[in-house]
């Protein structure tokens, strides 16, 4: 009987205290239970950094991401943690002293955490090294008098230029200047305001510029070295006009202009530019280049210069009809986002890198819910940018190219059509496996899996109707919505992709095709931080395919990608690195504009050596 009234008042007169109890232990276990979803590391692990993989069958991707990850670590053995050690790697790598300003920015760079190997600034010495052979006097005047550029003098920055009805970039440049000027001397960066890069200096005089550079090359005894800029008050006092060199105009075919860039030993040097862009595109007949292995990217330097592909002047837009074309070939400084391999341009992280735009970043706190809670599937949305498209070469650009190849429609009547599609063709099965590659399911698969689509086919100057029976315009998808999703795969626009950033500060795997080369690019390793992809697309079904095959573990592999990349992306390009990485460039290129330039360096630490002087 007792029982019975205490079982009553139990489950109809619970007490407060009881209910805290309760609630308290629910709201405590699913705390538990979301920390451990959102934190577990994956269970894609490596036995050996140069052995396989201990989940699942072999596959070329594992040993490619086996690989990668100890080229990773090896780099960051490399790291510095002092002034002392940062300078000695400096003089060991550049074979110069450091610039002077060097221990302030070192300073800044420990006491924002940022990880600093000396390799991760490589660009900046490629991009720099044949201005050294220039007159620093007339560089100096040619930096001073673009049409846009940031000043600084007296620890300011000043962004100079009439940038009405243009887009922000100017400011947005200055303004990153801005938060270092106090510790830069007074230096010149003019930028270049259009999506293309327009620095296109013939291989052979580069060659030889380079060339007196390293003879030139070396490092004077401390007690010869100058600590000191000259600064510019003698240059202002001069007012020099804008120097205007010859600029190739959208007369000229870019990609003819481009090849002179290559090396005349490359495969893609004596290639000209088809004349009959309606004809169907032609294919590698043997796809197998020497950058990948098994089908896949190993050397990403390599699968993004055209110079090494001659297939690749008739597949992207920038050389089949670029949206705009202003290059010259003399080699004047010139700042700006991307370029390609050959061009000259004095790369600085993208403005669209700089700005709070949602449609670039994502959001700041908008990176994507935990792997488990994501859609298994790939998502792009996108304009289709990447040149002029008219009826009779649409079939050429890569964004179109990449929009097919993820339609399930198109895919499926190009299984049914010998293989072959108005932009792409399917892959060899020789060259690649996969269930749905093999057994001509892609498209049946990739109408589940894919969400692709152009928010707008850019025809509001020049009606496409040529495009109708191919691409239907779909719904915007902000990009925080788009993270919800496993796959995010970027190709090139009008130049770079300024999504990029977003997509590796995400939760979602990055899959990156493009010819362009940016600031970061020494800092980012393929196949550990994001999943590099060829040029021609090839390799996406395959790659797709793996990271969702349970028989090798794939989706393990794709969430180590994801969240490997999320991390080191939030430790490398933060907009603190950004400012580091211009703030390095400015203090190089201020020496080089220095007439006492042979002689400037920063020696404060060899002073404390006597024997070095």
């Known amino acids: 009987m007792m029982w019975v009234k205490v079982k009553h008042w139990f489950w109809h007169r619970p007490s407060r205290l009881l209910v805290r109890y ?42 490619l991401m086996v690989d990668a990850l100890a080229s990773h670590e090896e780099l960051l053995a490399k790291r510095s943690w002092n ?9 060991a790598r550049r074979g110069r002293h450091p610039p002077p300003g060097f221990d302030k920015w070192t300073e800044a760079a420990l006491a924002s955490n940022a990880i600093l190997v000396e390799d991760f600034f490589d660009r900046i010495y490629k991009d720099l090294t044949p201005f050294w052979a220039l007159d620093a006097h007339t560089l100096a005047q040619r930096a001073s008098s673009g049409r846009w550029v940031v000043k600084v003098r007296n620890g300011h920055a000043t962004g100079v230029g009439n940038t009405t009805d243009r887009v922000p970039w100017l400011q947005l440049w200055s303004g990153l200047v801005a938060e270092f000027a106090d510790s830069l001397p007074d230096v010149d960066m003019p930028i ?111 699968a993004m210069d055209p110079c090494t592909q001659p297939h690749l ?25 991307s370029k390609l391999p050959m061009n000259n341009d004095i790369l600085i992280p993208g403005a669209m890198y700089l700005t709070d735009d949602e449609s670039y970043s994502g959001g700041e706190d908008q990176h994507g819910p935990a792997w488990y809670w994501k859609k298994n599937g790939v998502v792009w949305r996108g304009v289709a940018s990447g040149g002029k498209v008219k009826e009779y070469n649409w079939h050429r650009f890569h964004r179109h190219r990449l929009v097919q190849m993820l339609n399930g429609t198109a895919v499926e009547d190009a299984e049914h059509n010998g293989g072959k599609a108005e932009s792409f063709h399917l892959p060899n099965t020789a060259n690649y496996g996969g269930v749905h590659l093999r057994g001509r399911t892609l498209g049946k698969w990739l109408k589940k899996f894919a969400t692709v689509g152009f928010i707008s086919r850019q025809c509001q100057v020049d009606p496409c109707p040529y495009l109708d029976p191919y691409f239907k315009e779909v719904n915007p998808m902000a990009m925080k919505d788009q993270f919800k999703y496993k796959f995010l795969p970027d190709a090139d626009g009008n130049s770079f992709s300024a999504r990029f950033r977003g997509f590796m500060r995400s939760t979602s795997v990055p899959l990156k095709a493009t010819i362009y080369s940016e600031w970061h690019d020494d800092r980012l390793t393929p196949w550990v931080h994001f999943v ?13 395919e793996f990271f969702t095959d349970p028989e090798v573990d794939g989706d393990s592999a794709a969430r180590y990608v994801a ?21 390095r460039l400015l203090l190089e290129w201020a020496r080089v504009c220095d007439e006492k330039r042979d002689k400037l360096g920063f020696v404060q630490d060899l002073l404390e050596q006597p024997d070095e002087t």
């Open 192 to 302: 270049n305001y259009m999506d293309e890069p327009r620095i296109l200096v013939p291989f052979d005089e580069i060659t030889k510029l380079v060339s007196i550079e390293n003879k030139k090359r070396r490092l004077p005894r401390v007690i010869d070295t100058v600590t000191n800029f000259t600064g510019l008050a003698a240059l202002d006092a001069q007012s020099p006009p804008l120097y205007d060199p010859f600029w190739f105009d959208k007369s000229a075919d870019y990609w003819n202009l481009s090849r002179t860039g290559c090396d005349p030993k490359s495969p893609s040097r004596n290639v000209e530019q088809i004349h009959d862009f309606k004809a169907p595109i032609d294919y590698p007949s043997d796809w197998a280049p020497d950058y990948a292995y098994n089908g896949y990217i190993k050397n990403w330097t390599a």
């Open 83 to 91: 002034l002392n050690d940062a300078a000695a790697r400096y003089r």
């Open 563 to 583: 969240e490997r990349g999320k991390d080191w992306a939030e430790q490398v390009l933060r907009r603190e690195d950004m400012r580091l990485y211009v703030w």
């Open 22 to 63: 309760l609630t308290t232990f629910f709201i405590f276990s699913f705390a538990i239970w979301n920390y451990v979803t959102w934190t577990t590391d994956p269970t894609f692990e490596y036995v050996d950094p140069h052995g396989s993989i201990n989940q699942g069958p072999s596959h070329p991707i594992k040993k």
């Open 532 to 544: 590099p992809m060829d040029n021609t697309f090839q390799d996406i079904y395959s790659i797709l």
């Open 313 to 337: 002047p008739h597949m992207h837009g920038s050389f089949v009809k670029p949206l705009s074309l202003s290059t010259t070939q003399e080699l004047i400084p010139m700042f700006g986002g």
